[in-house]
């Protein structure tokens, strides 16, 4: 973000209020509505000279996947702010049930609380502003250093809902400021470092600590990011093989209240789930970005979506169909250029990975896949399954070629696996997603 730049300040320390008394309206709340709502992480910071066109069609492709809104990452170095905030809550608003709401970045911006409390102010009448209880849904990415100031940004609005990400602190680091939030949201939605499998049990730690307040789960499709120079320094790839499909199960499981997709378009992580958009692609990033669309993660949204907010897999499939994802190159084709396995981590990332096609098949009974690499081809069956989802692996085994995926009927090719190492001259750890 030019706001992801905060996340690189941090990167030691992260994966990845005190109040006053004060009127009624200007205090902590219990949440009381029990709707649960999915949302996508948009960063901001990388929007300069956007258009509302640009802003509407990303809006109309995130509800058309069964998103709810975006929580909008903006730094406060950012000037353009000015234009790219209205024409986000503007392009919002003209999409029925489509929510947004500020994420203030705070782990390398400086925001005042002045520059907060207009902004709150300065949309909190918008249709488009996310409301729960009434008061307008403010969140961060990180700023506990900044706690002291809630207390004043909530008497001068009027009242706000605070869901901050303080995920450094961790479930009880947060339990200890209970008292100046309304809810947290766990921005962990990847295995730790040296780790292949994600768990839940920082997200059973945040719901028993924040009790009736509200929780929103961190749910995240991929991870690499290879960012160095210019102020960057960053070069780390997060075990992905089967996250898509290993966190969503874990949502079914511990039916949060809220859920945020991290990301909607932060293309240096890799953390995107659409096609690249060429001007937001930061310098450096475009060279294992370009190429790479991860449009088709989106296809299983409606029906896992469907299935968290009904607390049940047990819902009807909108759609079958699938979603293959996978590198164009054997891990060890050649340098690893240094990545680390997760953020902070000490192991190669070759470690944290697999030469495998992944895939989620969404279907009404279980079935076998075919895979054809090159033209060889092979059959498999589930490894793991919920409700209509189920998981596939298919390894490489020295195989290169078009990726061609056959399911239900349907096929789909995409690009090929080869034997060449990248231009960079070192392994490309993002993926490809395509879908059958």
Not at 37 to 62: C, I, N, P
Not at 229 to 255: A, I, M, P, T
Request: proline letters at 6%.
């Amino acid at each position: 973000m030019f706001s992801t730049l905060s996340k690189i300040l941090l990167a030691a320390g992260l994966m990845a209020r005190q109040a006053t008394s004060a009127p009624a309206s200007s205090t902590v709340e219990a949440r009381q509505d029990g709707q649960r709502l999915v949302f996508a992480h948009y960063m901001v910071g990388v929007t300069s000279g956007q258009t509302a066109e640009k802003w509407r069609a990303d809006v109309v492709e995130a509800r058309a996947a069964g998103i709810d809104g975006f929580a909008l990452n903006a730094g406060a170095q950012d000037t353009y702010n000015d234009v790219q905030l209205p024409l986000a809550y503007a392009a919002a608003a003209s999409v029925p049930g489509f929510k947004v709401f500020i994420s203030f970045d705070q782990a390398a911006s400086s925001w005042s609380p002045d520059q907060v409390i207009a902004r709150v102010n300065q949309f909190r009448d918008s249709p488009a502003q996310l409301k729960i209880n009434g008061l307008p849904v403010v969140s961060t990415f990180e700023g506990p250093a900044w706690a002291d100031n809630w207390a004043q940004v909530r008497t001068a609005t009027g009242g706000i809902y605070l869901i901050p990400d303080w995920s450094s602190l961790g479930p009880q680091g947060v339990a200890g400021r209970l008292n100046t939030i309304d809810g947290a949201f766990n921005w962990g939605a990847w295995p730790n470092a040296n780790s292949d499998q994600i768990t839940t049990d920082a997200d059973r730690q945040y719901q028993q600590v924040l009790g009736d307040k509200s929780y929103m789960m961190g749910v995240s499709p991929y991870f690499y990011t290879n960012l160095r120079g210019n102020g960057w320094s960053k070069n780390w790839y997060s075990s992905s093989d089967s996250l898509w499909f290993d966190r969503w199960k874990q949502v079914l499981e511990v039916l949060p209240d809220y859920v945020q997709i991290i990301t909607w378009n932060d293309y240096g992580e890799s953390s995107y789930m659409n096609a690249p958009t060429p001007a937001q692609i930061y310098p450096g990033a475009d060279i294992y970005v370009n190429g790479f669309n991860h449009k088709a993660f989106q296809f299983v949204l409606p029906y896992f979506i469907s299935a968290y907010k009904a607390g049940t897999p047990n819902v009807p499939l909108p759609a079958e169909g699938a979603v293959a994802w996978y590198r164009t190159t054997r891990k060890n084709v050649c340098s690893d250029g240094g990545t680390v396995w997760g953020q902070g981590g000490t192991q190669s990332a070759t470690l944290g990975t697999q030469d495998v096609v992944s895939i989620i098949a969404l279907s009404n009974s279980r079935r076998d896949i075919t895979i054809s690499i090159g033209g060889a081809s092979s059959t498999v069956s589930p490894i793991d399954s919920f409700g209509s989802a189920y998981y596939y692996e298919v390894p490489f085994n020295g195989r290169t070629g078009p990726v061609t995926v056959s399911a239900g009927g349907r096929s789909t090719t995409g690009p090929s696996i080869t034997n060449s190492c990248p231009a960079a001259g070192r392994v490309n750890f993002n993926a490809v997603a395509i879908q059958v």
